[in-house]
């Protein structure tokens, strides 16, 4: 997912642009279930694999630990996920990407992470501090 935005209501809603042609595309459209993981300041290398800016020898599911759950697989040790139902089917665009629209179903976020949350902003990755 390229792009994500989430929208507090009731119910909360996430929606994304998706790349019509990614694995992740053709997963949702027969399991409409998924999760959205924050990723902290550590987890810049993970972050560019997913990219696909960098190699990921076995699959990117392998350069980390991951716990299944009823939306998906969760990274152990993010500060946080969420998961989420697809509304909508998969036909919508915005601009050239799919546009997804679910609803939040479940969150989970550690208050207490040790580590600033990762951000992508003009290329770069930033750290972004919760305290």
Do not use: C
């Not at 595309?25 to 810049?44: C, D, E, I, K």
């Not at 609803?103 to 919760?130: C, W």
């Amino acid at each position: 997912m390229s792009s994500f935005l989430v929208a507090d209501g009731t119910p909360a809603v996430v929606v994304g642009l998706l790349d019509e042609d990614s694995d992740l595309a053709a997963t949702l459209s027969a399991s409409p279930r998924f999760t959205v993981n924050l990723l902290g300041w550590q987890h810049r290398s993970l972050a560019e694999a997913f990219a696909g800016l960098s190699p990921a020898p076995g699959g990117v599911f392998r350069l980390g630990s991951w716990t299944e759950t009823d939306w998906g697989p969760t990274l152990d040790g993010a500060p946080g996920w969420l998961g989420a139902r697809v509304l909508d089917d998969l036909r919508e665009h915005a601009g050239w990407a799919l546009l997804v629209k679910a609803e939040i179903e479940h969150l989970e976020i550690d208050i207490e992470a040790a580590e600033p949350l990762l951000a992508h902003y003009r290329g770069r990755y930033l750290p972004i501090s919760t305290h």
